[in-house]
Structure formats: structure tokens, C-alpha cells
């Protein structure tokens, strides 16, 4: 009979190891019941079901170890490609707001930068001109600062000169203790229109006594009475009038001053919005009398990634400069295929495995970040996107890397070592020690595999003992005895 070539092999495995009974190692084919009789010794009719226990029945002593079998969860997992990307909120494109031109470059690809650093010195025009702007402002708001203040001590002083006038306090007094204070206008109206009171009260006063003597005419102290009447009338609404005034321009010039702020924190905000910071965070310029050069600060702290000017560069409004980066924490990218998106379990923040191709057995925690909210129609697939730590910065943007994602079937089954499954003519099994030492095969029907766990989804019963070391062995002696029948 012509024999196949792999039952050749097996044939010659299987003798190497018959000679090894030489050496004290004991292999046999037990045929029929575990007593280990002969095909001979059996009746003619008893032969046809023996062959059959023959065929799936081997013992082998030395060299096979056994793992007990249980129930389980494998927790499965499916695998998908993603590759490594920057984290979005951790890169940033510098770009110059106006034109201009590259004077200085002060790092290169691959440098690590601080917030604020420098990285190059361009010229504007437009950043001196908005910079000749906030100077005109900042002298503008001097000048209504002054003026302001001004104002506020001219109607402090008016209004307490109005409050000694209303107590009648004597003119020489209130001129030594106003001598030196702002009152502008309002001190010669005041002091006059008091002055005027004051001497028709005295002429009023004088003329009383010579009225009730008879030597003044009673028309006369009439006549003193409606000047002294009217000179008391005038300083009152003066009085009114003067505060009116100075309060009026005092509060004018309070809004003149709010205006004047106004116009500086624009003109500032101009030149922070062309130079992407505050003028004021960066500290003084290297040349306060070069107003068009200014400095490209880094926005954050991270690697510069990209340079795209050398010196004496032209750049234009919206050009990327620099691109910085922080690649302490980078982003995979990867689908999720339709048909496969109803059997994941994700949720944000849950925690997945992933590795590089290059290196799958040094797994990389990541969390969950983004799912996608529609599938693309040109792919039918979702995109997902998990965040991995890199303190060590040994992950690249744009590297290869796969992410293991939770099922949502994680139901209990009969877990063996990935070691235990033998596979034959696209049949797998298992050899299941019998009570007597023996080990018989059991087909089985495999499910997932993980991490070299299988799960058994038919043919093995829990507390069952599989081989898992030396299977090799015991299918060359289970295939020996078949080209032996």
C-alpha cells in the first residue's frame, strides 16, 4: 500500500522514538481496553470497534504535561491597525499674522522650547505701525489723565470754598486757606460775588442805626436792603452754578479718560493679535527704537517639529512658521469597520491595549478618547481615536501601531492553553488523560483565541485534564498506529 508522505514522517518520528525504549523511555499503542491486550487476543468480532478505540487512544509516560481545564471568560478582543498621530491639543502651527521678513532663526527641528522662547526675529511694517499707534494712545491717555485730575481737585475745591462761603466765613480767611489750591475760574467769581455780598450786608448794617435815627431817608435803607437782597440772590446761584460746572467737567473728563483706556487696550490688543502675545508677558524688546522687528514666541511647551524659513525669508500673512509639539502624549488613529461596530463594547475613558507590529508583546495602555458620531461613506467605517502616554518620546507620529478592542460577547466557555489545541485533515483536538494514564483524542470546536487562550466552544467538560506539553509525541504514535491497521 502506498503511503502518504505525511504518514512517512509519522512513521519516522514514531520509530525514534521506539528506539528510545533503549534508553528507558516506555512508549507503547494500547489496542482495545486499557489492559493491553493484542488485536490477536480479542475475537474476530470485537475487532472492528477496537480499531476504531485504537485509532483515538495513545499512552505516552515520559515527557507530557497535562493543564486541568475550567469554565471561564476569555474577555475577547478585536484587533484593528490604527497609526500613531500628534495629539491635537498639544500641537500647535505658529503662523505669522502679517508680512514680513525672517531676520533671525533661533532653534531647529528637534529642539525643546518653553512657552514664550523666542524662536525667530521677523520685520513688519504693519507691527510698527500698530506699535507707533499704541505709543500716540499711551501719550493721549497721559494727557487725559492730567486733565482728569485736574478737574476732580478744581470741584473738590470749589465745592468746600461754597461750603465756607455758606458759612460766612471772613473773605481774608478764605483767601489764605485757598491761596494754594486748584480752583480755576471759580475762585475770582466766587471771591468777587461774596465780596459783593459781603459789602452790601455791610452797608445794611450801617445804615439800620442812622434810619431809626432819622438821618437817613427810609428809601435809602430800602435801597441797601434790595442790593444787599440781590448780592445774596447772585452768590447763591453762582454758588449753584460753579459746582454745576466743575462737577460737569470733571465728569467729562473722567469719560474723555475712559476713552483715552479704551484706545490703548484696542491699539495693545492690535499688536497682540499681530504678534500672537502680549507685548507685556515677553518682557522688553532687544530695540525699543526698532519698532517693525519683533520676536515669534512659542505658544507652548513641547519639540519643535517643523521649521519651513531660513533667514532673509519673505513670509506671507497666515504662513506656518514653526510647527511645536508636545508628543508626551500621542493619539492613535484607527476604524472601525461597520459590520464589526455592533459587536465592540466601548465607552470614552475605557482603557485598551495597544502595540506596535514590530513589537507585539510589549503592550501600551491607552484610553479611549473619541468614537466616531457617523460612518464614512466611502469607507463604511468609524473613526476612533485613543491616547497613549510616551514619557520617553521612543513613539514617532505616523509609526504603525494596533489597538485589541473588548467584545461585547464575553460569556463563560471551557478555556485551554493555546498549546493543548492539535490540528489534523482541518480537524482540531485535544488528547484528554483518562483515568488509566491513557490519553484519548477528543475533536473539539475552538472558538476565540487570546493571548494563548483559547475557548472551547464544543467537546470538553470542565475539570477534564488536556495535554498541553509533549502533543507532538502523542500524534505521531495516534497516526503510527493508524498506518499499522
Known amino acids: 500500500m502506498k503511503r502518504a508522505p505525511v504518514y512517512q514522517g509519522a512513521l519516522l518520528v514514531a520509530g525514534g522514538v521506539i528506539a528510545g525504549i533503549a534508553l528507558g523511555w516506555s512508549f507503547r499503542a494500547v489496542v482495545g481496553t486499557p489492559s493491553g491486550r493484542s488485536r490477536g487476543d480479542m475475537p474476530v468480532e470485537e475487532r472492528e470497534p477496537d480499531r476504531n478505540q485504537a485509532a483515538a487512544t495513545v499512552t505516552v509516560v515520559p515527557g507530557v504535561k497535562t493543564h486541568a481545564v475550567d469554565h471561564g471568560k476569555l474577555h475577547p478582543v478585536l484587533p484593528v491597525s490604527g497609526r500613531l498621530t500628534y495629539d491635537e491639543t498639544r500641537y500647535v502651527d505658529v503662523r505669522a499674522s502679517t508680512e514680513g521678513v525672517v531676520r533671525r532663526v533661533l532653534v531647529k527641528p528637534g529642539d525643546a522650547v518653553q512657552p514664550m522662547q523666542p524662536l525667530a526675529w521677523l520685520s513688519s511694517p504693519e507691527v510698527g505701525n500698530a506699535r507707533a499707534v499704541v505709543m500716540r494712545h499711551g501719550d493721549e491717555l497721559a494727557l487725559a489723565l492730567r486733565k482728569f485730575q485736574w478737574d476732580h481737585q478744581a470741584f473738590e475745591h470749589a465745592s468746600a470754598l461754597i461750603d465756607a462761603i455758606e458759612q460766612r466765613r471772613p473773605i481774608a480767611q478764605l483767601e489764605g486757606e485757598f491761596r494754594d489750591q486748584t480752583l480755576g475760574d471759580a475762585r475770582e467769581k466766587l471771591t468777587a460775588a461774596y465780596a459783593r455780598r459781603s459789602l452790601a450786608e455791610s452797608l445794611l448794617a450801617s445804615a439800620k442805626p442812622l434810619a431809626e435815627a432819622g438821618s437817613m431817608p ?16 447772585a452768590l447763591r446761584g453762582l454758588c449753584e452754578q460753579v459746582r454745576f460746572d466743575a462737577q460737569r467737567r470733571r465728569d467729562q473728563s473722567q469719560v474723555e479718560l475712559d476713552d483715552a483706556r479704551r484706545s490703548l487696550d484696542v491699539a495693545r490688543q492690535r499688536v497682540a493679535g499681530l504678534l500672537g502675545y502680549e507685548e507685556s508677558d515677553a518682557g522688553p524688546r532687544e530695540d525699543d527704537s526698532n519698532l517693525s522687528e519683533y520676536a515669534i514666541r512659542s505658544p507652548a511647551r513641547g519639540t519643535i517639529e517643523h521649521r519651513a524659513f531660513a533667514p532673509g525669508s519673505r513670509v506671507g500673512e497666515g504662513d506656518v ?60 467605517t468609524i473613526p476612533l481615536i485613543a491616547a497613549i502616554d510616551n514619557p520617553d518620546r521612543m513613539l514617532r507620529p505616523g509609526m504603525f501601531a494596533r489597538l485589541a478592542l473588548p467584545l461585547a460577547d464575553d460569556a463563560d466557555a471551557i478555556l485551554v492553553p493555546e498549546s493543548a489545541i492539535v490540528r489534523h485533515e482541518g480537524k482540531a483536538f485535544v488528547f484528554v488523560r483518562r483515568g488509566d494514564g491513557a490519553f484519548a483524542r477528543r475533536d473539539v470546536e475552538c472558538g476565540r483565541i487570546r493571548d494563548g487562550t483559547v475557548a472551547v466552544v464544543r467537546g470538553l467538560n470542565g475539570g477534564e485534564d488536556v495535554a498541553t506539553e509533549g502533543t507532538f509525541l502523542l500524534k505521531s504514535a495516534l497516526l503510527l498506529e493508524k498506518e499499522t491497521e
Open 218 to 233: 427810609t428809601a435809602t435803607l430800602a435801597q441797601r436792603q434790595s442790593e444787599r437782597d440781590t448780592a445774596d440772590a
Open 321 to 380: 512658521v514653526f510647527s511645536v509639539a508636545d508628543t508626551s502624549r500621542l493619539w492613535v488613529r484607527a476604524e472601525i469597520r461597520e459590520r464589526d461596530w455592533l459587536t465592540i463594547r466601548l465607552a470614552t475613558g475605557d482603557a485598551v491595549e495597544a502595540w506596535l507590529p514590530g513589537a507585539p508583546e510589549k503592550k501600551i495602555a491607552a484610553s479611549l478618547l473619541f468614537l466616531g458620531r457617523a460612518a464614512s461613506p466611502d469607507s463604511n
